[in-house]
């Protein structure tokens, strides 16, 4: 059964920094694509970036130059760099890893943000 952990979030102040670490583990296959996706109080879940096992990656345009997604592939392991954070990166931050067409989530880990 393939599991995914995240873990890393925390407080930190407007234009502070915190990295986000996410393994996943139980899958036969490789993990095509993890990523990051976030969602705040009274929103929908939106995207934030990820990354292919080749080392492609996409970011959201409210994200871009501020943080930087990684991937370990020997540890299937996935980070997420937060720079310059701002009051609305507040969210909880979910984990994504795709595995032969088959997604898998987190329980999410929290970043707050204060201003």
């Known amino acids: 059964q393939v599991r995914v952990v995240e873990s890393g979030g925390g407080l930190v102040q407007a234009g502070g920094s915190l990295r986000l670490t996410c393994a996943a583990s139980?899958?036969?296959?490789?993990?095509?694509?993890m990523g990051w996706s976030r969602q705040a109080p009274v929103k929908q879940r939106e995207f934030v970036a990820d990354i292919t096992s080749g080392g492609i990656t996409n970011y959201a345009d409210s994200v871009k130059g501020r943080f930087n997604i990684s991937r370990d592939n020997a540890k299937d392991t996935v980070y997420l760099q937060m720079n310059s954070l701002k009051f609305e990166d507040t969210a909880v931050y979910y984990c994504?890893?795709?595995?032969?067409?088959?997604?898998?989530w987190g329980q999410g880990t929290q970043v707050t943000v204060s201003s």
């Open positions: 139980g899958s036969a296959f490789r993990f095509n694509s």
């Open positions: 994504k890893a795709d595995a032969l067409g088959r997604r898998t």
